[in-house]
């Protein structure tokens, strides 16, 4: 018995009965009959989802009005389709399917094929005009590693297919198909690396009125990320920042005096407080936080906002090495300067002739010259990482630090304590006392920008 193939004319005339009005399609977009993907060594479940996908993209692209072979098939039984196309569902011929486009006023035919060579992929489309049955565009694309990466592929296969179609050149192409193969990367692990600027921030005074050492310090930190579910990455890093050059100065403040401290008679030392006119300190400070986290980003783009949270422990040591003291005070009333004080540069205010009195002490540390604790941190903040190829980025980064010291406030003083100041007409001596807080809860914004390296 031969086989019944349908004239041009009954095969028009029956997909435009029963298909076009089916079809709620706008009129300024040409139809593409979409043909399921053909898998040549791979198994035919993959090829499946990739024909939904491709389906996808080719609606999201925008340039096409897409209509799917499966789509085409559910409408018609399965003998009317072996008539149609001359053989069984799924078997049709690239000149059967041409006249069916044909017929469904679709000048474009879509053809496409996924094969397996070893561990890597090939994708193929071809773009078929229904009217002369011949190539008009086709893009590959190969994928080496897991077949989760095809999604990318098929959506860069796709945008290639688009671009070149609208008349865009092809070297903007290869751009936006490279920049969508990055987005669509997938991304197993992440470290970076960023210098850092931490600044101090909350009450520079403690309760007594006495300056915080508070010192901006400069930076590095090393972190590493892993995509554990979904948007969220588990991170661990470490942090190293130091002063460059750190002062406490302080106007105006009174300090502790101890006139005769060994005194030979016996009498107690007679304690004072003098005010100073000025107090500078030079010290150095350090911290090695290590801190573990949460981070929430998008699994896939370029631009990736991101906010963090994280605990950590920290080392913190401040060193210092001397307290300069400038004494200052009104000459007696003959305009000589009574000991220790000696006369002055600077003028009484409102006279140009009677010089001020002044004093310059050096108090070294008492004891130790320095302290070091261990504390308990938390941090919160967020950024962006930016991608630039499919393996390094760059981020920036701001994040918030509270700090608490495992340490007594006691233990975060600091004391300086002068030598004797003999009188030189009498036998009397003067020492300063004098001492600085290092603050138990401390607060910091730091802000950072650096190098990701990502696989």
């Not at 990318?152 to 865009?168: D, F, Y």
């Not at 700090?403 to 003067?430: H, R, V, W």
């Amino acid at each position: 018995m031969k086989r019944f193939t349908p004239r041009p004319i009954f095969l028009t005339l029956l997909i435009s009965t029963i298909l076009v009005p089916s079809l709620s399609m706008a009129k300024d977009k040409p139809r593409l009959l979409l043909l399921d993907v053909t898998p040549k060594g791979v198994p035919a479940e993959i090829a499946s989802s990739l024909t939904d996908l491709l389906d996808m993209e080719l609606e999201r692209g925008g340039l096409f009005q897409v209509m799917s072979e499966e789509d085409f098939r559910s409408l018609l039984k399965a003998e009317e389709y072996k008539q149609l196309t001359g053989t069984e569902q799924g078997e049709g011929s690239d000149a059967n399917m041409a006249r069916i486009a044909k017929g469904l006023n679709a000048p474009f035919l879509l053809r496409s094929s996924l094969g397996k060579v070893g561990r890597a992929y090939l994708l193929s489309l071809d773009l078929l005009d229904a009217e002369k049955s011949k190539v008009v565009r086709r893009v590959n694309q190969t994928l080496v590693g897991d077949p989760t990466g095809l999604v990318g592929s098929v959506r860069s296969a796709v945008i290639a297919l688009t671009l070149e179609e609208k008349g865009v050149a092809p070297d903007i192409s290869e751009k936006l198909i490279d920049d969508l193969k990055i987005s669509e990367k997938e991304k197993t692990l992440f470290l970076s690396i960023s210098p850092l600027f931490a600044l101090p921030v909350g009450p520079p005074r403690d309760e007594a009125s006495i300056a915080y050492f508070m010192p901006q310090m400069y930076g590095a930190r090393i972190q590493a990320e892993m995509p554990f579910w979904h948007w969220l990455r588990a991170f661990a890093g470490i942090t190293f920042a130091s002063t460059i050059n750190a002062q406490l100065a302080m106007q105006d403040k009174h300090i502790g005096l101890v006139y005769n401290p060994a005194s030979n008679s016996g009498a107690d030392p007679d304690l004072t407080k003098e005010l100073v006119a000025t107090t500078l300190i030079d010290y150095s400070a350090m911290r090695l936080p290590i801190m573990v986290g949460i981070k929430a980003a998008p699994e896939s783009g370029r631009f990736l906002p991101y906010g963090l949270f994280g605990l950590g422990i920290s080392f913190n040591r401040y060193s210092f090495s001397s307290e300069d003291l400038w004494l200052k005070k009104e000459p007696q009333q003959d305009g000589t300067c009574e000991e220790p004080y000696s006369s002055s540069s600077d003028f009484l205010p409102g006279s140009k002739t009677r010089k001020l009195c002044e004093l310059r002490v050096k108090s070294p540390p008492s004891g130790s010259d320095s302290i070091q604790y261990f504390g308990l941190e938390v941090v919160a903040g967020g950024g962006i990482e930016w991608l630039l190829t499919h393996h390094i980025g760059l981020k920036i980064d701001a994040r918030y630090t509270l700090g608490y010291a495992f340490e007594s406030k006691d233990s975060l003083n600091i004391i300086f304590k002068s030598n004797k100041i003999k009188y030189q007409t009498q036998d009397k001596s003067i020492q300063f006392l004098d001492t600085y807080p290092v603050r138990k809860l401390s607060h910091n914004v730091a802000i950072s920008t650096g190098l990701v390296v990502y696989w």
